[in-house]
T-cell receptor
C-alpha cells in the first residue's frame, strides 16, 4: 500500500516566523511532488511542485526534496495569518497516480 | 482563462437515491480526475478520465461511475447512495502530456446524504 505521511498538527507558528511542513512517502519510484493549500470548506490550491532533489523557491515558499530519504518539505518564510490553512502533500507514484497525505493544519498566530 | 468549474455547489440526497455531479476542466486540459474528501482527510482518488475512457480507478465500488465527453467535461454518477457517501467531491483537471501532472481543482460539490 503506497502511502504519504504528514503530521496532522495543528502546527502553531508566530506571525513572521518560518513554518516548516514535512511529508514522507513510501514509493521509491515516485517522480513528482506537490504541495497544496486548502482553506476550510474550500478546494485544494496548488502552491508548489518539485521534481528533482534540492530546493525550489517561489516567493515566500520553498519546497525541498530528498529522494534518497523519501522526504519532501515546504518552508513558508515570513508567515502571515492568511497562511493559516491545511497543507496537503501529494506524490505522483510509479503508476502515475496521485497519492495524498491527510494534511497538516497550520495556524499562524498574530 | 476559465478555471475548473463544478456543479452543483451543494446537494442533499436521500439514501438509495442516485446523483450526478458535473465538471468542466480548465481551458486546454484534457484529463479529469475525481476525488472524494471526507472531513479532516486528504482527497481519496475515485477515477481519472482521458480521451473519454476511464484510465485509472481508485478503491471505490462500482456504484461510482463516470463519463467524459468529447469537450473533455466529465460527470460523476453515484448510485444507491449511502450515508457514508456524504463528502466533498472534487474534480481536478490536468494535461495528459507536457503538463508535469499538475492537477488543478474546481470548487467542489458538497454532497449530504440523509
Amino acid at each position: 500500500q503506497k502511502e504519504v505521511e504528514q503530521n496532522s498538527g495543528p502546527l502553531s507558528v508566530p506571525e513572521g516566523a518560518i513554518a516548516s511542513l514535512n511529508c514522507t512517502y513510501s514509493d521509491r519510484g515516485s517522480q513528482s511532488f506537490f504541495w497544496y493549500r486548502q482553506y476550510s470548506g474550500k478546494s485544494p490550491e496548488l502552491i508548489m511542485s518539485i521534481y528533482s532533489n534540492g530546493d525550489k523557491e517561489d516567493g515566500r515558499f520553498t519546497a525541498q526534496l530528498n529522494k534518497a530519504s523519501q522526504y519532501v518539505s515546504l518552508l513558508i518564510r515570513d508567515s502571515q495569518p492568511s497562511d493559516s490553512a491545511t497543507y496537503l502533500c501529494a506524490v505522483l507514484d510509479s503508476n502515475y497516480q496521485l497519492i495524498w497525505g491527510a494534511g497538516t493544519k497550520l495556524i499562524i498566530k498574530p | 482563462d476559465a478555471g475548473v468549474t463544478q456543479s452543483p455547489t451543494h446537494l442533499i440526497k436521500t439514501r438509495g437515491q442516485q446523483v450526478t455531479l458535473r465538471c468542466s476542466p480548465k481551458s486546454g486540459h484534457d484529463t479529469v480526475s475525481w476525488y472524494q474528501q471526507a472531513l479532516g482527510q486528504g482527497p481519496q482518488f475515485i477515477f481519472q478520465y482521458y480521451e473519454e475512457e476511464e484510465r485509472q480507478r481508485g478503491n471505490f465500488p462500482d456504484r461510482f461511475s463516470g463519463h467524459q465527453f468529447p469537450n473533455y467535461s466529465s460527470e460523476l454518477n453515484v448510485n444507491a447512495l449511502l450515508l457514508g457517501d456524504s463528502a466533498l467531491y472534487l474534480c481536478a483537471s490536468s494535461l495528459a502530456y507536457g503538463g508535469a501532472y499538475e492537477q488543478y481543482f474546481g470548487p467542489g460539490t458538497r454532497l449530504t446524504v440523509t
